[in-house]
C-alpha cells in the first residue's frame, strides 16, 4: 500500500479503495459529513501556523474530500476539472468587463467583480 509519484489525486483514491477492500473504510455517509467538517475546523485553526502545519491539515482535508468522493461515486479527478471549466468559463465573463471595472488597487474593483461573477453564474442556472 505504498505511495508513488502518481496524481495525488488519483493516488488518494487508490488508497482509499485498497484500504476499503481490506475492510477499513467509513459505514455511513453521515460519517464523511462530519469528518469533513473536522478537517475543516483544523485546517482553519493551523492557518495560523507554520506552513507545514497548514500544508499537512489541508491535506487532510483534501483527502477528506476525495474519500466523500468516492463514496458519493464521483470521480473527484472529473469533478475538479468540470470546477475548473466553470471557474474559467466565470471569470472570462468577469474580465469581458475588465475596461469597465475600478483600476486594481481599488477596493471597489473586488465588489464589481464579484458582481460580474453572480451575473455568470445567474447566466449558467438559465
Known amino acids: 500500500m505504498s505511495t508513488s509519484g502518481a496524481d495525488p489525486l488519483a493516488e488518494a483514491l487508490r488508497l482509499q479503495r485498497d484500504a476499503a477492500a481490506l475492510g477499513f473504510d467509513w459505514r455511513h ?7 469533513l ?6 485546517l482553519k485553526m493551523a ?9 499537512d491539515e489541508l491535506g487532510d482535508l483534501l483527502f477528506m474530500a476525495v474519500n466523500l ?5 464521483v470521480d473527484p479527478v472529473a469533478a475538479l476539472a468540470r470546477s475548473n471549466a466553470k471557474f ?3 471569470f472570462a465573463h468577469v474580465m ?4 469597465e471595472l475600478p483600476p486594481l488597487g481599488d477596493p471597489a474593483r473586488l465588489d ?3 458582481a460580474r461573477w453572480q451575473d455568470a453564474k ?5
Open 29 to 35: 455517509l453521515d460519517e464523511l459529513w462530519s469528518k
Open 37 to 42: 467538517a473536522e478537517e475543516t475546523r483544523e
Open 47 to 55: 492557518a495560523g501556523q507554520n506552513r507545514d502545519a497548514v500544508e
Open 69 to 73: 468522493a468516492r463514496h458519493l461515486q
Open 88 to 90: 474559467v468559463r466565470r
Open 96 to 99: 469581458a468587463a475588465a475596461a
Open 112 to 114: 464589481a467583480m464579484e
Open 122 to 126: 445567474r447566466l449558467e442556472d438559465k
